[in-house]
C-alpha cells in the first residue's frame, strides 16, 4: 500500500526549490544585478541540494527557470500588474530569453549537484584507520628496514656486524650478493 508521503514529497520539494533557488535569485538581483541573479540561483540550488535526499536536479532546474521568469515579469511595467509582466515577457525576443532560462536551469541544477555531492560526502563513512604502531613500522608501509635507517646507523651496523664475521660467513658472502648480506646484518644487529 502507499501512504500519502510519497506523494507529498515531489510537492514539498519543488514548493522547497521555489522557496530555495527563488529567494537566492532575489537576494542576487539586489546585490548585483549582472550576475548576482545566477549567483544566488546557484546558492539557493546549493543549499537545496544539501537538505534534500534523493538530488532533487529537476526542481532546482525548474525553479531557476521560474525564478527568471518571475524576475523578467516583476521588471516589466511597475504597477502595470499580470498585464504588465506579460507585456515585458513579450517583448524579450524569444532567443534570448530561451538562452536565460537555458543558464538559469543549468545554474540552479549545478548547485543542486554540487550540493547533494557534498552532503553525500559529509555522510559517507571513513575507511578503519591503522593503528599508529602499524603506521610507523616500515613493513606495515611496504619499505624494508635499510631503507628507512639513516646513513650513520647503517655503518655503525655494519661495522659491528663485519667485526664478528668468520671464515665460514665470508665463505657463505661470495654465493650471496653483497646487497642482501648487508640487510642481514643490518636486522641482526638490531635484534641484539
Known sequence: MHDGSEHSRPFVTTVGALALVGGGAAVGVAAASSVGTFLGMLAGGFLLGVTVSGRPLRAGAVAAATATLAILAAAGVPGGGVTGGAAA????????????????????????????????????????????????????????????RSSTGDRAARTDADVNTDASTDADASTVPDANADAERVRESTEE
Open 89 to 148: 515577457l513579450g517583448s524579450v525576443s524569444p532567443g534570448t530569453l530561451v538562452v536565460s532560462l537555458a543558464l538559469s536551469a543549468a545554474a540552479g541544477g549545478f548547485g543542486v549537484h554540487l550540493g547533494d555531492d557534498l552532503r553525500e560526502g559529509l555522510s559517507t563513512p571513513l575507511p578503519e584507520a591503522e593503528s599508529p604502531r602499524e603506521q610507523a613500522s616500515p613493513e606495515a608501509r611496504g619499505m624494508p628496514e635499510q631503507a628507512t
